[in-house]
């Protein structure tokens, strides 16, 4: 009692200290998470911050638009952060260069937008009016601030449009450059060699260390740049239906075949309930009965379960067919109606003429040549139906010639009406002709499949109460467990397979587990270290217990990860300084019957295809053949495949030619390539800062 009455009198003290205690804490998580994520920019590049709420913004709209709504946040992430530092890159870029957008440039670009130089609104005669265009806006203040973004878009193309043109531009070829690519190709070398192959030293005989392969990665620092990863080793624990369960489920679903008799307490009496063989009313049966809704659509025996196909469109009318597995679902389907040719497939072979602008074209013709074509292509095609594919890979302008002119299977109307009614009209196997208002077609009827109607009763196999509990018990087990255990061992002793991924900080796939952010950002929260475990709840898959293994920082691949590439080149560096100890010798003949081998010659061999029969490509040796005085033997030479020694008999050079406009044409579409370089290289060299973790 006593103490009590020392609390009371202390009341108000005590509530002051909960009151601050409370405080400290909003205050601390303010600074801790608000202000802390709120002064922060998603990141930077070279210097130039990317603000989070514009960020933001452009992440929600590309998300809501991306891929049919399939793009996830952190995809839709991903890209906009492409897209923001590769234009942050080229304005600086941009800047530097001086390059600008006049005003008639955007004019024109306002013009070729169908929905600015084609609008009526904007249009004076026929022709796209700037005046009112710009009265539009001037008299609509809310759509002007909305087309400031597109404008802005538009500059920034345009600027880019000639920014490309300068760089490709500057990567000219020169007649000097042609000369030397012709005698590449054309000069050629006579030259005997001895050659010792790493394979004939064992890998055992030679040993690659840790340190080694730092030290190649050290020396070819850019080609083994790595971002940050976090290693992540999990299992999953899957909730998904017992075998108990699943049973359950086809009882259910088969209890519905028959009548019941069921008690009715408003008049005293049983009801006897029609059953799915017996109702009368099957739509509202189903509705009533079933976990998918009643379909009275038909469908062809493509679009049924494979493994049921052959049973359900053979099926009687009004018979049943079940309980067969349907994705996750047990079925029991009644034949209810049939079709003759639901769904036609077909082929064809388009010829379009000048006027069409519908279609690309292949070649221009008229409307009388087209035809002519047309009738010929036919005529080939009925003597031999079997060449219809390469007729329409070969001659066909419709998009479909990279299929052979297969266009799959469509119903009725669905094609223009001259098309449609040939195929639905005519047999499978027929070749025509008709013409429509995108050319003249050559059709091939493939195939006609007949349509059914089923009424499905479906009940979803799921996991019950108690295997879901069970799960959960499982993995919260498993968590506790592994929390001061052998992750491994225990995984082992539970039957659970452990899985490993490398993630980097904006990754989300997680293997058989799908996309799961959430386990990735806890493996880079600063909360967690290496070897904590969590387990993570998985909505319709089960949990996933992770645990993070290891850290690697950003800068050297890591080692194990460079091995697989880096060590068999070692490892030939290694087995070259043997073989080098061996070649020793006044001539080729004495150096290769002290490595017990033969002297080979190859004749007339050049540096663009440096090919040494039975070994392979060694520019290094050829191009060392070239530069060596005659009759002299070379020092060894390190190849891809072994060690060589060489003596040049002869050097033809290729004779003078007039010009070297062949080979600079070629050098030309080489260096086009190069202007695609351009954003990798100018990323490659930026300071990029990346704080997207701390916001997805």
């Known amino acids: 009692m006593a ?17 601050f205690a409370l405080l400290a804490f909003v205050v601390q998580d303010l600074f801790t998470n608000g202000l802390s994520q709120q002064s922060h920019d998603v990141g930077s590049v070279n210097g130039k911050d990317i603000a989070f709420e514009d960020f933001r913004v452009k992440v929600a709209n590309l998300e809501k638009s991306g891929q049919g709504g399939q793009m996830t946040q952190t995809q839709a992430a991903n890209q906009t952060w492409d897209i923001e530092v590769n234009k942050t890159l080229l304005v600086d870029q941009f800047d530097k260069a001086g390059v600008r957008v006049g005003e008639t440039f955007k004019l024109e670009t306002f013009k070729k937008d169908p929905n600015i130089g084609a609008n009526p609104m904007f ?7 700037l005046n009112k265009f710009k009265e539009f806006f001037k008299n609509n203040p809310e759509q002007a601030k909305m087309f400031e973004q597109q404008e802005k878009d538009m500059e920034l193309n345009g600027k880019f449009q000639i920014y490309n043109t300068m760089v490709k531009a ?8 042609g000369k030397f690519k012709y005698a590449l190709e054309q000069d050629k070398v006579d030259f005997d060699y001895v050659g010792v192959m790493y394979s004939s030293i064992k890998d055992s005989e030679v040993k690659v260390t840790d340190a080694d392969i730092t030290a190649y990665m050290q020396k070819h620092e850019k080609r083994f740049k790595a971002e940050e990863t976090r290693e992540i080793e999990y299992v999953l624990v899957e909730d998904k239906p017992s075998n108990k369960d699943q049973e359950e489920a086809k009882a259910k679903l088969m209890a ?16 006897t309930l029609p059953g799915f063989r017996t109702t009368t009313n099957v739509a509202e049966f189903v509705a009533n009965n079933s976990d998918r809704s009643y379909d009275s659509t038909y469908v062809t025996k493509q679009q049924l379960p494979a493994a049921a196909a052959d049973a359900l469109v053979n099926l009687p009318m009004g018979e049943i067919y079940g ?12 034949m209810m109606g049939r079709k003759a040719n639901e769904k036609a497939k077909a082929s064809h072979i388009l010829i379009s003429w000048e006027g069409i602008d519908r279609v690309q074209k292949k070649e221009k013709r008229t409307k009388e040549e087209a035809k002519a074509k047309a009738e010929s292509l036919l005529a080939q095609a009925k003597a031999n139906p079997g060449s219809f594919m390469m007729l329409a890979l070969t001659n066909s302008d419709d998009s479909s010639a990279q299929q052979g002119g297969d266009l799959g299977y469509f119903g009725p109307n669905q094609m223009v009406k001259p098309f449609n009614d040939f195929v639905f009209n005519n047999p499978v196997g027929t070749i025509g002709l008709v013409e429509s208002e995108f050319g003249f077609h050559i059709i091939n009827v493939t195939d006609k499949q007949d349509g059914i109607r089923l009424a499905t009763i479906a009940q979803k196999i799921q996991p019950s109460e108690a295997t879901t509990n069970e799960a959960y018990t499982k993995a919260t087990q498993f968590e506790m467990d592994a929390a001061n255990g052998d992750f491994a061992k225990l995984a082992k002793k539970s039957g659970l397979k452990v899985e490993s991924i490398k993630a980097k900080a904006m990754d989300e796939a997680l293997g058989a587990a799908g996309n799961q952010r959430q386990v990735v950002k806890w493996a880079y929260s600063d909360d967690t270290a290496i070897g904590d475990v969590k387990r993570f709840e998985v909505t ?27 060590e068999g080149i070692l490892k030939n560096e290694k087995k070259a300084q043997l073989i080098i100890a061996k070649m020793k010798g006044s001539s080729l003949e004495a150096i290769a ?36 005085p005659k009759n002299k033997i070379s020092e060894p030479i390190e190849g891809l495949s072994g060690v060589y020694v060489i003596k040049t008999k002869a ?7 007039a010009k070297y406009d062949e080979y600079v044409t070629r050098l030309k579409q080489q260096a086009a390539q190069n202007a695609n370089r351009v954003i990798p290289t100018l990323r490659n060299a930026a300071d990029i800062q990346d704080n997207r973790v701390e916001f997805y």
């Open 3 to 19: 103490v009590l009455q020392k609390i009371r009198n202390r009341s108000g003290l005590l509530l002051l200290i909960i009151g």
């Open 123 to 129: 249009q004076n005669k026929g022709k796209f009016d």
């Open 170 to 177: 500057g990567m000219y070829v020169t007649q000097v450059e």
């Open 256 to 271: 519905l075949l028959n009548a019941t008799v069921e008690y009715n307490k408003e008049t005293g009496k049983n009801d």
């Open 323 to 334: 309980p067969y597995v349907d994705g996750d679902y047990y079925c029991l389907s009644k």
């Open 540 to 566: 319709n898959v089960g949990h996933v217990i992770a645990r993070l293994k290891k850290i690697n920082p950003k800068g050297l691949t890591p080692i194990e990860d460079a091995r697989p590439s880096v």
């Open 593 to 628: 019957k002290a490595n017990k081998t033969t002297v080979m010659n190859i004749p007339a061999v050049t540096i663009e295809s440096p090919m040494l029969p039975s070994v392979g490509m060694e520019a290094k040796v050829v191009g060392t053949a070239f530069g060596t």
């Open 651 to 657: 050097v033809t050079k290729a004779p003078k030619i």
